[in-house]
C-alpha cells in the first residue's frame, strides 16, 4: 500500500485540552493536506501546507512538516466537544490524486 | 457557490447488479476525483478526471469506471457488484492542479446485499 499511516489511530482528551496527530508519508509531494470527518459524511479541508513550508496555522489549528523525515503532525489547541471526528492527512503529489492515511480518530468529551 | 452534490445518497443494490452513481462538480472546477472509503482499506483513489478525460486511475478492477461531461458533471459505474463492493463512495472537486485543496462531496453510500 502507498498509504500514509496516522498515528494515534485514536484519541481521546477533555475540552480544553491540546490533540496532537501525527502522520507520516511515503512519496515525494508537492503539499499535504489535512481534512476532518464527521461520523460518515464527506471530508471538509482544514489545511495545506506546501512542501516548501515548515509550519502553517489556521485559528486553533498548527501543522509543522518536515520533509527530511517525511512527517506531519496536527495541534488543535483548546479542543471543543465539536471538534469530534477523523482526521486524514493527503499527500498531494502531481500524479492527480491525492494519497489519504488511514486516519486518526478524535473524541474530545465535554 | 453550491458545493459538491453527489446522487443518490443511498443505494442498496443485490450481488451482480450494476449500479451508477453521479456528481456535479462546484461551477467552475473542472477536475473530479472519486474514491472509496471502507473501514477495512480507508480512502482509496478511485479515479480522475479533468475537461473529460481520465488523467489517473488507482488499483481498481475494470468493473469501476467513470466519465466526465462537458459540463463537468461525472458519473461512476460499478458492475457485476460484489458484497465487497460495500462502501461510501466520495466525489470531490477542485479548481486548478489536483494537488490543490479538494472539495467533497457527502457521499454515496452503497450497501451490496
Known amino acids: 500500500s502507498q498509504q500514509g499511516e496516522e498515528d494515534p489511530q485514536a484519541l481521546s482528551i477533555q475540552e480544553g485540552e491540546n490533540a496532537t496527530m501525527n502522520c507520516s508519508y511515503k512519496?515525494?509531494?508537492?503539499?499535504l493536506q489535512w481534512y476532518r470527518q464527521n461520523s460518515g459524511r464527506g471530508l471538509v479541508h482544514l489545511i495545506l501546507?506546501?512542501?516548501?513550508?515548515r509550519e502553517k496555522h489556521s485559528g486553533r489549528l498548527r501543522v509543522t512538516l518536515d520533509t527530511s523525515k517525511k512527517s506531519s503532525s496536527l495541534l488543535i489547541t483548546a479542543s471543543r466537544a465539536a471538534d469530534t471526528a477523523s482526521y486524514f492527512c493527503?499527500?498531494?503529489?502531481?500524479?492527480?490524486?491525492?494519497?489519504f492515511g488511514k486516519g486518526t480518530l478524535l473524541t474530545v468529551n465535554p | 457557490k453550491a458545493g459538491v452534490t453527489q446522487t443518490p445518497r443511498y443505494l442498496i443494490k443485490t450481488r451482480g447488479q450494476q449500479v451508477t452513481l453521479s456528481c456535479s462538480p462546484i461551477?467552475?472546477?473542472?477536475?473530479v476525483s472519486w474514491y472509496q472509503q471502507t473501514p477495512g482499506q480507508g480512502l482509496q483513489f478511485l479515479f480522475e478526471?479533468?475537461?473529460?478525460?481520465?488523467?489517473n486511475k488507482g488499483n481498481f478492477p475494470g468493473r469501476f469506471s467513470g466519465r466526465q461531461f462537458s459540463n463537468s458533471r461525472s458519473e461512476m459505474n460499478v458492475s457485476t457488484l460484489e458484497l465487497g463492493d460495500s462502501a461510501l463512495y466520495l466525489c470531490?472537486?477542485?479548481?486548478?492542479?489536483?494537488?490543490?485543496?479538494?472539495?467533497f462531496g457527502p457521499g454515496t453510500r452503497l450497501t451490496v446485499l
Open positions: 478526471y479533468f475537461s473529460e478525460t481520465q488523467r
Open positions: 501546507i506546501r512542501s516548501n513550508e
Open positions: 493527503a499527500e498531494g503529489g502531481s500524479n492527480y490524486k491525492l494519497t
Open positions: 461551477s467552475g472546477h473542472r477536475s
Open positions: 470531490a472537486s477542485t479548481q486548478g492542479a489536483i494537488y490543490n485543496e479538494q472539495f
Open positions: 512519496t515525494s509531494i508537492n503539499n
